[in-house]
Every structure is written in C-alpha cells, then in structure tokens.
C-alpha cells in the first residue's frame, strides 16, 4: 500500500509521534504536515510540511487526514478563541477533506466529549464531534484518550499534577473507572493509523480500546 496521509497538530503530543510512526510505516508513501511555525519542524524523509495559513487546500491524492489539533484555555486566552481551534479548524479541516476526496478521517477529541455538557471544554469536543459525523467519509474515527502521558515539549502544570498523581493511584483505575486511565502519547498514535488502515463507518474509540489496538500495531 501507498497511501499518503495529511496531519495537523503534528508538534503536540501525539502529533509529533504519529508523524514519527507513519514515516516508519510501510504503508504510507509520504507525509504531509501543516503547521504554523515551519522553523520547529523534525526532518523526516516521507515528511513534508506545509505553512498552516487561513487559505488552506487540502490536495486530491490524500488517502487520510489525521487532526490532532487542541489548545488549552490558557493558551487561547478566551472561549472563543478555543472554539476557534478545537472546533471552527478541525471542522474546516473535515470540510476540505471531504471536498477534496479524502476517504478516512481520524480525530482527537476527549472522553467525557458530550454536546450537552456543562463544561466548555466537554461540550466544545462534543459538537465538533457531532459537526464532523455529518459529512460523509468511509471512516470518521473520533479518538478519546484520557490522560496522556510522554514528555512534551510545552510544560502543564494541571497536566503535570495531573500525571503526578494518575501514578500514585493508578491502582485505583479498575472496573467502571479503567477507562480513565491514563495512556501513553505513542499508543494513541500507533492506535490512530492502525485505526486508519482497518476500520470504517463512523467509531468512537477511548483510552482502554486504543490499548488494545495499539498493541497489535505493526509498523
């Protein structure tokens, strides 16, 4: 197979180790990465990457599109400028891909997404997921890991405490809460293509089900 593959939000967690795994993976011919700061980009050899500008196209020999974009409340500054990147871009992002043929879309979103949550960040996941469930893929895979954990390159201090404290009472995380526990950066990326290269129709996929798929991910 000879599939080539668009990525966006390929400098965050679990971005920079899909790009590292599908540059690994027989499967995918080339790569192609948009961001906003091209200077920060890792050189990879199927890699190529693309200035992120407001005028985006997506081009018509994409086999899959994998969005792995998010910020934080405190990083946009606002509400609306959160919605602006965790819904109005990843939406835009489906609408293009479907506008330009592509045939699987792959997206990060959040256990716990629901449109009728209380919580804006919640409720922000939830209709973008429902935006995206209305235009028509062969795959529409929303991704909802809980606690990632990896090394990344911006620090968190509520991610961090949050980790601190995911291994102190881990043991904790059985039955009805397994689903929350926490699950490493690479396993959802090695998750996301494995996803790509054997679902279809529209799934929603969390932390405990992403395990198991990234175990039997071969590169």
């Known amino acids: 197979m000879n599939r080539n593959a668009i990525v966006f939000g390929s400098t965050g967690l679990v971005g920079s180790n899909l790009i590292r ?6 499967n995918y011919a080339e790569i192609i990465a948009y961001m906003r700061n091209v200077q ?9 990457v693309i200035e992120l500008q407001k005028d985006f196209i997506i081009a018509s020999n994409i086999d899959d599109v994998f969005i792995c974009l998010g910020t934080t409340m405190k990083k946009a500054g606002s509400k609306s400028e959160f919605r602006a990147v965790d819904y109005e871009l990843v939406v835009e992002v489906a609408q293009k891909a479907h506008a330009a043929g592509v045939k699987r879309l792959i997206v990060i979103s959040s256990i716990g997404a629901n449109p ?3 919580n804006f960040y919640l409720r ?8 995206i469930k209305s ?9 909802r890991p809980s606690l990632l954990l990896g090394k990344r390159t911006e620090f968190r201090f509520g991610e961090k405490l949050g ?5 102190i009472f881990r043991f904790i995380f059985v039955g009805p809460l397994k689903k929350f526990r926490g699950i490493e950066a690479e396993d959802v990326a ?4 494995q996803l790509a290269l ?3 129709g529209t799934i929603t996929v969390e932390s405990e089900v992403l395990k198991q798929i990234a175990d039997v991910y071969k590169p």
């Not at 980009?41 to 190529?48: A, D, G, I, P, T």
């Not at 980790?163 to 291994?167: D, E, G, S």
């Open 190 to 193: 090695k998750a996301m293509i």
């Open 124 to 131: 922000t996941k939830g209709e973008m997921e429902e935006a």
């Open 198 to 200: 054997t679902a279809k």
């Open 40 to 48: 920060s980009s890792v050189q990879f050899k199927k890699l190529k």
């Open 163 to 167: 980790i601190w404290l995911y291994r």
């Open 116 to 118: 009728q949550s209380r």
């Open 135 to 143: 235009i028509n893929f062969e795959l529409i895979a929303f991704v």
């Open 21 to 26: 795994l599908l540059d690994e993976n027989k």
